[in-house]
């Protein structure tokens, strides 16, 4: 029997966000969609699937543009199971809801920022009665845990939500951890290298000269620092998550690394994207200088980036990049 949400729940609210136009942030960020290294959701659709009962919800937290989603219902190709995507971003939900609005199997919530508190909802204020009553299976989170700066209040919050036995699925490949091989990489991590290499390279060749008096500017260049650390943030140990997951209550069931070959090019493409993140100093970040960048300069530092990424993977045209996956218990 086809999958049927509980009665009273509306799959999607009338709020402001969901009537907005699809906003281009969020096209260029599901573009990832088709790059090989985001066969890094394969091993949690897998396990969702292997998991999955008749009439289960999954909270896909942190959905984003439901990439996750869409993989999973090609996947398992049935009809018996819901996703309810729960995300904080307006804009990568709203495009979710463009893939997905005549599919009944899919629902949408969005973690509101809760101005006077100066926080995000946890998931227990954004679901409603009805579906906490139904109760949920499982809560997956691809490719976002390392980006929770409440950690263990939003993992707190998943273990009130879950129904007991209930299981949960998370991987990241910006989480440090010693079974990783040693010639991966922690994804993220490149952009540190990139910003490195590219300071050699303008200091190394004349045609770079312009951006090289930067370099003796401290403050300038400490405060585009702190700014790549807000696009790319600093990566926090595998033990970090399982004494989180730990003290919220959980037991860990499992927990691997795998190797995910990632092609150098897709990988710009998606950097490119975040170029005043990864490279601002070249030209300036609005954000610090207050003054838009040329489309000349944001050109030049998005071909200083590349250069600097045939640097660093010694012009070879893939890397390897390590995920860590856990899967914990909500025990009875
Ligand atoms: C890199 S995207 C991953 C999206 C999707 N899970 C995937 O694997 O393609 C990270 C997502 O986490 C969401 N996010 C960021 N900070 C969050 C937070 N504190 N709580 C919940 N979601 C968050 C973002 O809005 C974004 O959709």
């Known amino acids: ?19 907005t ?10 573009t990832v969609e088709e790059h090989g290294w985001y066969d890094n959701l394969d091993t949690t659709v897998e396990l969702l699937i292997k998991n999955l009962n008749t009439g289960d919800i999954i909270i896909d937290y942190s959905g984003g543009t ?20 729960v995300d904080s971003s307006p804009k990568f939900l709203r495009l979710a809801l463009e893939k997905f609005h005549d599919n009944e199997q899919v629902s949408f919530r969005l973690i509101k920022y809760l101005r006077d508190e100066k926080r995000l909802q946890l998931l227990d204020e954004v679901l409603t009665k009805e579906i906490i009553d139904y109760g949920i299976y499982m809560i997956c989170s691809t490719n976002a845990i390392h980006l929770y700066n409440q950690l263990d209040e939003t993992l707190t919050a998943w273990h009130r939500v879950l129904r ?12 440090r951890n010693p079974s990783a091989g040693e010639d991966t990489w922690i994804i993220d991590e490149t952009v540190e290298h990139i910003h490195r290499a590219a300071m050699k390279i303008v200091l190394e060749q004349p045609e770079w000269a312009d951006y090289a008096m930067a370099l003796e500017d401290e403050e300038y260049m400490k405060s585009h620092d702190v700014l790549r650390d807000k696009y790319f943030l600093p990566v926090r140990p595998i033990d970090t998550y399982l004494d989180a997951l730990t003290s919220s209550g959980f037991q860990i069931d499992k927990h691997m690394v795998k190797t995910i070959p990632a092609i150098v090019e897709e990988w710009y493409s998606f950097l490119s994207v975040y170029h005043e993140g990864v490279l601002g100093w070249v030209g300036g970040a609005e954000r610090i200088t207050g003054k838009k960048a040329s489309e000349d300069v944001i050109e030049e530092r998005k071909k200083l980036i590349r250069i ?11 890397f390897q990049a390590s995920w860590t996956y856990i899967e914990a218990l909500k025990s009875v």
Request: glycine content about 6%.
């Open 308 to 318: 600097s990424m045939n640097r660093i993977f010694s012009e070879e045209d893939s």
């Open 66 to 85: 439901g990439i996750l989603s869409q993989r999973l219902l090609n996947t398992a190709n049935r009809d018996d199971f819901g996703i309810l995507i």
């Open 1 to 19: 029997m086809s999958f049927q949400w509980p009665i009273g729940f509306e799959r999607c609210p009338k709020e402001d966000w969901a009537e």
């Open 164 to 175: 007991p036995n209930g299981r949960i699925h998370i991987q990241s490949g910006n989480i």
């Open 21 to 30: 136009p699809l906003e281009e942030l969020a096209l260029k960020y599901d």
